[in-house]
């Protein structure tokens, strides 16, 4: 199937800093990319549909100045987590939907996560 | 709102036993139904998914699951498990039509013993 790339898979940064999380598709073009937050234990929950060329649809309840989100190209969008703190510590992942193959029926394929630590 | 539940959090099987993993969901209108499956260290990958036609949907790796719409539910079966079907598995809904907006359950962590 056709590869989601996450990178950095791993960041530990210090409260009141900003990070950035890239979702790369790899070998399709993604004019839609989901991102999703996992705690511990729990589901994913969706935070955001970014779509290419214009705003981010964010969740209800999902701070929009607290996560930028920027789908600047058909492969790639990028999740800012701004002044991080604590409890923003998670598990971040995206999905990028092909968009070659299908309109919304078009199979979503899935990041390998990146996991944010904020001490 | 609309939600999935898993019924397991952990499952632990020896390995050619049965599996059936209950996945509940709350929503009213038309559904797309989904199964993904998470291997130790990798990404989500789709196991299978329903979208309209057959209730009963066959997946990959030997897995199907049936749509019960009176009862709200799109449980994952497969006859005889495997070591290497150790993962966390978790059912989704998109209430919104095809991949739109996946609405994911808690997850069932496997465990297959040899």
Known sequence: GAVVSQHPS????????????????????????????QFPKQSLMLMATSNEGSKATYEQGVEKDKFLINHASLTLSTLTVTSAHPEDSSFYI????????????????????SRLTVL | AQSVSQHNHHVILSEAASLELGCNYSYGGTVNLFWYVQY????????????SGDP????????????????????LRKPSVQWSDTAEYFCAVSPSGGYNKLIFGAGTRLAVHP
């Open chain 1, 10 to 37: 791993r960041v530990i940064c210090k409260s009141g800093t900003s990070v950035k999380i890239e979702c790369r598709s790899l070998d399709f073009q993604a004019t839609t990319m989901f991102w999703y937050r």
């Open chain 2, 40 to 51: 130790p260290g990798q990404h989500l990958q789709l196991l299978l998914k329903y979208f």
């Open chain 2, 56 to 75: 009963l949907v066959k997946g990959i790796k030997g897995f199907e699951a049936e749509f019960i719409k009176s009862k709200f539910s799109f449980n």
């Open chain 1, 94 to 113: 995206c999905s990028a939907r092909d968009v070659g193959a299908g309109g919304v029926t078009g199979e979503l394929f899935f990041g390998e996560g």
